[in-house]
């Protein structure tokens, strides 16, 4: 359970938190994003103990994370937005090396980092780390973050920077994280991975939370389910008359409607006109339209 009351950070004069609360039940996934400068990656680096507020409280599995963050490090796996690794160590050696500053025995450290590598898909080939492609130093920060089994874990931008086909498998892994019991804060500029990923969503501006919740709670805030209708029409637009207010979309026309007495309406009117109805779908307002509204 993490519960996080008013936290403030202040860089000088400079307020990169702004009493920013919430909680977040175990194993679930929060997805934490906004605009460059929102405040992401301060309040992530304040999750683990990196930083400490300027004021405020976070508690986070019955452990006070201002007063004692050390005592967090051992059930934390942390992932900066940058894999920072020592790339003259092969993978092994290198996930051994972590295994031991937890203090894990030499058998739980290689049958942990087996288990590791085979679920990540990683075959290093007792390669460097230098010598890897991004995609596999990333899966291997991902895997140094989890060598200790730990209960939560901090990620910041996980597939930055990756192809489609790594960064769909990372995706899947951390899905997968949340399947195993552990509770993952999750940040990432990719907002159709967060609406995938995430359980909850909080929603920073300038250091202030300004939305929160699940997806549908998130849709029901910045505005409910639309309808398209898209049509064909006999001959050029500028003939057809129709009281159905209508754009050009792809070789077609697009009509959108609020509800479904307004759907019906529009789909009659349109029919009457002698439009051609192709098909109607429903539209949820995305995460990245919340962003383009939070932003005016």
């Not at 898909?121 to 492609?133: N, R, T």
């Not at 995609?135 to 931008?157: C, F, N, Q, T, W």
């Not at 009281?243 to 026309?253: C, M, N």
């Amino acid at each position: 359970m993490i519960a996080a009351r008013s936290l403030v950070k202040h860089y000088g004069d400079f307020p990169a938190l702004d009493g920013v609360s919430f909680d977040l039940d175990d194993a679930r996934i929060l997805g934490v994003i906004g605009h460059n400068g929102a405040g992401k990656t301060t309040l992530l680096k304040i999750m683990a103990g990196l930083i400490a507020p300027t004021a405020g409280s976070l508690e986070i599995g019955g452990v006070d994370v201002v007063r004692r963050p050390l005592d967090l490090k051992q059930n934390l796996g942390y992932l900066p937005e940058e894999s920072r690794l020592y790339e003259t160590m092969t993978t092994d050696a290198y996930l051994a090396f972590f295994g031991e500053i937890y203090g894990l025995p030499k058998a739980a450290i290689r049958a942990r980092r087996d288990d590791l590598l085979a679920s990540l898909a990683l075959e290093p080939d007792g390669k460097k780390i230098g010598e890897l492609s991004k995609g596999m130093k990333r899966k291997v920060a991902i895997a140094r973050s989890l060598m200790h089994d730990p209960g939560l874990l901090i990620y910041d931008e996980p597939t930055s920077g990756l192809d489609p086909m790594t960064s769909r498998s990372v995706i899947e892994y951390v899905k997968g994280l949340r399947e195993d019991g552990k509770t993952v804060i999750f940040s990432a500029h990719n907002l159709f991975q967060v609406e995938e990923v995430c359980d909850l969503v909080l929603i920073l501006r300038r250091g202030k939370v300004v939305a929160g919740g699940t997806i549908s709670e998130l849709r029901e805030t910045f505005g409910s389910i639309t309808y398209q209708v898209f049509f064909r029409i006999p001959g050029p637009a500028s003939a057809f008359a129709t009281s159905v207010e209508f754009s050009a979309h792809d070789g077609r026309y697009l009509a959108e409607a609020r509800s479904i007495e307004e759907l019906n309406r529009t789909t009659a009117a349109l029919a009457a006109d002698g439009a051609t109805i192709d098909r109607i779908e429903s539209h949820y307002p995305t995460l990245e339209e919340m962003l383009l509204i939070i932003g005016r």
